[in-house]
Every structure is written in structure tokens, then in C-alpha cells.
């Protein structure tokens, strides 16, 4: 089951991107999200040609951080260059993941709203376990909220 963030959402859209080494397991998730029945828009790239992974980082997570969708999905070779795009974004908590348990811990822990993403690491199998972890986890809250606030308190000095 999807779990919404506790934010004013008023879309359950998903923002997804990847650049050429993402491109296979992009096209994999949108029928995934679509098998969820979940909505979401894809911010390319559209082929396995060569490209620049921070063009796809940098849309999404504009899309996260404005509110148009509810969380983001990248993938790259590793993860690690999309996750370092994302949260350069205010209000973004990317996380680079290459487990279930990850992504469990991601979200209950630090409300991540972005899934990094390596297709180069982690298998379609486990990457499709990922998804659905991260998608369907609910963040904990209590003493976890106090330390997501001060990612954001330290973003706004």
C-alpha cells in the first residue's frame, strides 16, 4: 500500500528521472507505479544515449521540493550523483539505496521523500523490492521528526 507523507499533498504523483544508465530500469518503473496504480510523470531522460544525470536530478526533485509530485524516483549508474543533485533542493531528503531494509530505514527514519537509485548495483529484482518498500514505509515520526527538522533548520543558515 502507498502511504502518503503528512504534508498538504493533494496528488499521489510520483516524479521519476534517470539518465542513460537509469533509462532500462526508468521505463521498468513506470510499469511498476503503474501496475500500483500510481500516477506519475516522467522527467526523461528517453533514451540509452549519453547524458548528464544532474538535468533529471534537478527536475524531479524541483518537482518534490514545490509540492507537484509527492516523491521522486532516480536512477543512475550508482545513485550516489542523483542523490547528491536532489538534495541540493530545499526540502528534499534523498537517500541512495541499495536495500529493502534501506529503504525501510530511509523512510521510518529520515521521511525520505527521493529513492536514489544504482542500476549499475543493484538488481532489477531488488530494485523493484526497493520501490515498493520505500513506497509503502510510513515515517515514524517522534524522536526521528526532531532530527528531520534540523536537516532543515541546517539547509536554511
Known amino acids: 500500500?502507498?502511504?502518503?507523507?503528512?504534508n498538504k499533498m493533494?496528488?499521489?504523483?510520483?516524479a521519476i528521472g534517470a539518465d542513460h544508465a537509469g533509462f532500462e530500469y526508468k521505463e521498468k518503473i513506470k510499469d511498476l507505479l503503474?501496475?500500483?496504480?500510481?500516477?506519475f510523470k516522467d522527467f526523461g531522460t528517453n533514451s540509452s544515449e549519453s547524458t548528464d544525470y544532474p538535468d533529471y536530478a534537478h527536475h524531479v526533485a524541483e518537482s518534490v521540493s514545490a509540492g507537484?509530485?509527492?516523491?521522486?524516483?532516480?536512477?543512475?549508474?550508482?545513485?550516489?550523483?542523483?542523490?547528491i543533485v536532489a538534495n541540493k533542493h530545499t526540502g528534499i531528503r534523498a537517500s541512495s539505496v541499495e536495500s529493502r531494509e534501506a529503504?525501510?530505514?530511509?523512510?521510518?527514519?529520515?521521511?525520505?521523500n527521493v529513492l536514489?537509485?544504482?542500476?549499475?548495483?543493484?538488481s532489477w529484482d531488488k530494485a523493484k523490492e526497493i520501490i515498493t518498500t520505500f513506497l509503502s514505509t510510513?515515517?515514524?515520526?517522534?524522536?526521528h521528526q526532531r532530527r528531520v527538522?534540523?536537516?532543515h533548520t541546517l539547509t536554511n543558515l
Open 116 to 122: 536514489a537509485i544504482g542500476a549499475r548495483l543493484t
Open 34 to 39: 503503474r501496475s500500483m496504480g500510481l500516477e
Open 1 to 6: 500500500m502507498f502511504v502518503r507523507q503528512k
Open 10 to 14: 493533494e496528488t499521489h504523483m510520483i
Open 149 to 151: 527538522d534540523k536537516i
Open 103 to 112: 529503504a525501510k530505514l530511509a523512510r521510518e527514519h529520515n521521511d525520505a
Open 68 to 83: 507537484k509530485a509527492e516523491y521522486g524516483i532516480l536512477v543512475c549508474g550508482t545513485g550516489i550523483g542523483m542523490a
Open 138 to 143: 510510513k515515517f515514524e515520526g517522534g524522536r
